[in-house]
């Protein structure tokens, strides 16, 4: 499945991109990291906004290629991402539950019926010739 990309000429598309990315980034790498690390806040995440937010007020259509490079990269790393999480959810959760359900057994498809238990089965009636003379 592939993301819909902005077009070159879609400057509000490409606006946001930038004042997004300007704002996010040094949130992320002042802020978020640091603290959860426990190291102290670099200074260089401050030179992103600086290039990012007057290109995206002035002259969006510059950051065409880097959001394309952008959505290339972490494309890529949507999709491995993806597949690690739901290869994780089955591992750690869905085999589980089946082995224990199977040792249990609780699974319903491996239930026999027996032939002496009740049927649900109708058989059905040849239709009358008066019943298909006026079938509404």
């Not at 077009?7 to 640091?34: E, Q």
């Not at 589980?96 to 009740?118: D, N, T």
């Given at each position: ?71 290339a990269v972490f494309g890529v790393v949507g999709i491995i991402n ?55």
């Open positions: 499945m592939k993301a819909k990309l902005l077009k070159p000429t879609d400057h509000a598309g490409l606006r946001r991109f930038g004042v997004s990315m300007g704002l996010a980034l040094p949130l992320i790498f002042m802020a978020l990291i640091p603290w959860l690390l426990n190291y102290s806040t670099p200074l260089w995440p401050v030179l992103i906004p600086l290039w990012l937010l007057p290109l995206a007020m002035l002259t969006p259509g510059l950051l065409y290629y880097p959001y394309r490079l952008w959505m993806t597949y690690l999480i739901l290869s994780l959810v089955f591992v750690l959760l869905i085999t589980p539950m089946g082995l224990v359900l199977r040792l249990l057994g609780k699974l319903q498809y491996q239930k026999r019926k027996s032939f002496s238990e009740h049927s649900n089965w109708q058989h059905s009636v040849a239709p009358e010739a008066r019943n298909l003379e006026e079938p509404f």
